[in-house]
Every structure is written in structure tokens, then in C-alpha cells.
């Protein structure tokens, strides 16, 4: 059989094309350029960021005897990854690109090479698992707790779980190491990347104002009870739960709350204004069909623990949560993924 691993130069995807060796497939080992190094405000003469990631992935698939491949996808990128980004802080959201990527670029477009260079599988260096079923596939948790980013895979169909592999999943990262270790990867020590990748000094209100040419106009600070208490610098600079870059000196910590969008307000709170039980969910997709009501868990952010709830849907693709105990800052444009013990029920765009 054939498989088509995406490498995106480090050290997880490189030992993924290992193990898919290992097994006795045929790879081909293939690289996204997903942005040129001017587009994320990096000297184009510089050698950093997505060209050294290539390099590296090339390495190590010349040491694997394997092909590989680089795809220009930054046009597909910037239409649902970066546009959407901007669009979620433009309106008092928070985004996950990570999990837009994966929708789609790795499980769409990177499907359709797949299909012409005849590769059944297509094959990435996440922590999670597939499992068939006498019912379908299931997505669980990777066994490695720490590393498990099956919260990232939940809009994963029953057609690309039966395509994809996620050698991983059995594995710890100490494991995957030394596996690249033992294999002499160029990048077995490479450090795990921390930012977004088109924003790589962490700055997400300076990378929006560069990729829109915008001026984000100042506003209000209020209260729960809407008194002024000063000016913010613009709405896409702040998130729900934020307390640091706020500016105001109060007796009590302050917190973001609520964005105000349609008035340019930031309302401010204490940390226990930030607690709700409910949690509305929408564009929910199931990878494995439910009942109206479950009983299950689920989380509101990628690291965290996920927590007992009650989900009733309100529609095919929505939904509201009931925790059994308060949770802090559920934050519009992140996701909730829902939890049947490691399997992953499906997950949403948490709306409010």
C-alpha cells in the first residue's frame, strides 16, 4: 500500500513516515507551503521559519529513501485559515487556525493529491488514534495524556478516518524522539512550536493590522454595569479571560468578559463573572452518530481537562451544554469537543 505523510519538518511527522516504513508501505513524503516568510513579516532573504521546515522534512525523507514533495497551498491557506482568523477577531471572536488548517488542508486538499498520486492513506505525526468498528472508525485520545490532540481532529469524517493513519497515537514524545534519535533526524531535538505558524512572534493584533492595512479604533472600557472605566486600543486586542495589557488600575484583578462589538466596548469582570454552566455550540460536527440528549464530557479549550456535561442537541450540527459544575471563559470561536471516555464524539464552535 501506499500512504502520503505530511511532513512539516519537525520531529513528530518525521518519526510518523518512519513507522509507516516500518509497516511496509510504499511513502512519499510531501511539505504544505502554506505562506511565503514576506507574507508573516519575515525577511524574505531569511532563511528561518517555513524554508528551514522544508529543508528539514527533505532531509529526513532523502534518509528514509522516500520521495517527497513540496504543494503551494498558500492561496487555499489565506482563504480558510487567514481570512478566517481575521474575520473571528473582527468580530469578538477567538479562532483555533489549527483546527481550520486540519479541515481544511490536511484533510481536504492534501486528500485530493493523495487520490492522484494513488496513496491510500494519508498520514500526519498527531497524537490521537483510529479505531474501525463493526460501526464505523472512531477518533480516541492519544495515549500519551500530555500530548493527546484528538481535540484538533474533531471535524474528521468517516471517509478521511478510513484514509488516515496516526502512528502516534500509541507512542509518548519521549518515545518519538528517541526513535528520531536512533534513526540519526537532522531534527530529533527540534523544538516543538509553540505560536501559530503565520504569526510567529505571537502577536495577533499586529499580524491582523498587517494583513489588513486597518486601523482598529480605541474604545471603551465599561463595567458589568457599563461605567467607564477608560480606553482600550482597539477590539481585536483582547480575548475572554484576559487580564494582562488591560491598563486599569482597580482594587480587585479585572478581567475581559464580553466583547461589545457592535458598541466598541470591552466589558471588564471578576474572575468569578467569567463561570457559566451553558455553553452554546454551533457547526457541530458527529463523527459518530448520538442521541438527542448524552451524558458525556467535554472541554472548551485545548488544554484543559475535559468535564462532565449534559448535551442537548438543537439541531443536526447544533447544540447546548449543561456542566455539571461552572466553567471559566468560554470564549466564542474556540471549540468544544465532546468525550465518550477516549472517543471523540464529535465537537462545535462555541457561539456563546
Not at 53 to 74: G, I, S
Not at 130 to 146: A, R, S
Not at 325 to 336: C, F, V, Y
Request: charged residues 25%; contains cysteine.
Amino acid at each position: 500500500m501506499k500512504a502520503l505523510i505530511a511532513m512539516s519538518g519537525g520531529v513528530d511527522s518525521s518519526v510518523a513516515a518512519f513507522l509507516m516504513k516500518e509497516k511496509g508501505y510504499d511513502c512519499v513524503g510531501c511539505t504544505m507551503k502554506l505562506y511565503a516568510n514576506e507574507d508573516i513579516d519575515v525577511d524574505a532573504t531569511n532563511t528561518c521559519c517555513s524554508l528551514d521546515d522544508v529543508e528539514d522534512a527533505k532531509a529526513v525523507a532523502r534518509r528514509l529513501d522516500m520521495p517527497h514533495y513540496t504543494f503551494n497551498f498558500q492561496d487555499r491557506f489565506k482563504e480558510t485559515v487567514i481570512d478566517d482568523f481575521i474575520y473571528c477577531y473582527e468580530n469578538g471572536m477567538t479562532p483555533n487556525p489549527c483546527i481550520q488548517c486540519n479541515k481544511h488542508l490536511k484533510f481536504s486538499e492534501l486528500f485530493q493529491r493523495a487520490t492522484v498520486l494513488e496513496c491510500e492513506k494519508v498520514v500526519t505525526g498527531h497524537y490521537a488514534r483510529i479505531q474501525e468498528t463493526e460501526n464505523g472508525y472512531q477518533l480516541l485520545k492519544g495515549l500519551d495524556e500530555g500530548k493527546d490532540q484528538s481535540y484538533v481532529l474533531y471535524n474528521m469524517t468517516q471517509e478521511e478516518l478510513a484514509h488516515t493513519a496516526l502512528p502516534l497515537g500509541e507512542y509518548s514524545k519521549d518515545e518519538v524522539r528517541k526513535l528520531a534519535e536512533e534513526n540519526g533526524f537532522i531534527n530529533a531535538n527540534k523544538p516543538d512550536s509553540q505560536d501559530i505558524c503565520f504569526v510567529p512572534d505571537g502577536d495577533y493584533a499586529a499580524a491582523i493590522k498587517r494583513f489588513t492595512g486597518k486601523v482598529y479604533k480605541p474604545g471603551d472600557f465599561v463595567d458589568m454595569e457599563g461605567n467607564v472605566l477608560g480606553q482600550h486600543k482597539g477590539i481585536i486586542n483582547y480575548t475572554i479571560g484576559q487580564r494582562k495589557g488591560l491598563g486599569i488600575s482597580a482594587e480587585h484583578p479585572l478581567y475581559v468578559v464580553k466583547l461589545d462589538m457592535e458598541n466598541n466596548r470591552v466589558i471588564l469582570g471578576t474572575n468569578d463573572d467569567l463561570f457559566s454552566r451553558e455553553v452554546t455550540v454551533e457547526n457541530i460536527n458527529w463523527i459518530n452518530p448520538v442521541e438527542e440528549h448524552i451524558t458525556c464530557k467535554a472541554k472548551i479549550r485545548y488544554r484543559m481537562k475535559e468535564q462532565p456535561c449534559v448535551v442537548k442537541k438543537t439541531g443536526e450540527t447544533s447544540a447546548k451544554i449543561l456542566f455539571d459544575e461552572p466553567q471559566r471563559a468560554a470564549t466564542p470561536g474556540q471549540s468544544a469537543v465532546f468525550y465518550d471516555g477516549d472517543v471523540v464524539l464529535g465537537g462545535g464552535i462555541i457561539t456563546f
